[in-house]
């Protein structure tokens, strides 16, 4: 179930790769207990999309991690 919940959003976050104008941005994905999980898309710096994919993750559960991370090009 998990590896699901990872590729959808990594699929996720292609999809907006796809659609985001051509300024560099970035997007990530956090896992934790269960399946718990947050992401990002369009954020200016990996640390503020990790942020947010970290808090929207234990939003709705514990121990969570970024999984992945991508800059849209």
């Known amino acids: 179930m998990r590896?699901?919940?990872i590729v959808a959003f990594a699929l996720a976050l292609t999809a907006q790769a796809a659609a985001a104008p051509a300024a560099l941005a970035w997007g990530c994905v956090?896992?934790?207990t269960g399946n718990s999980f947050g992401y990002s898309h369009s954020y200016d710096t990996r640390s503020a999309a990790e942020s947010r994919a970290l808090s929207e993750c234990r939003a709705r559960g514990s121990s969570c991690v970024v999984v992945s991370c991508d800059q849209n090009k």
């Open 3 to 5: 590896m699901k919940v």
């Open 30 to 32: 956090a896992q934790g």
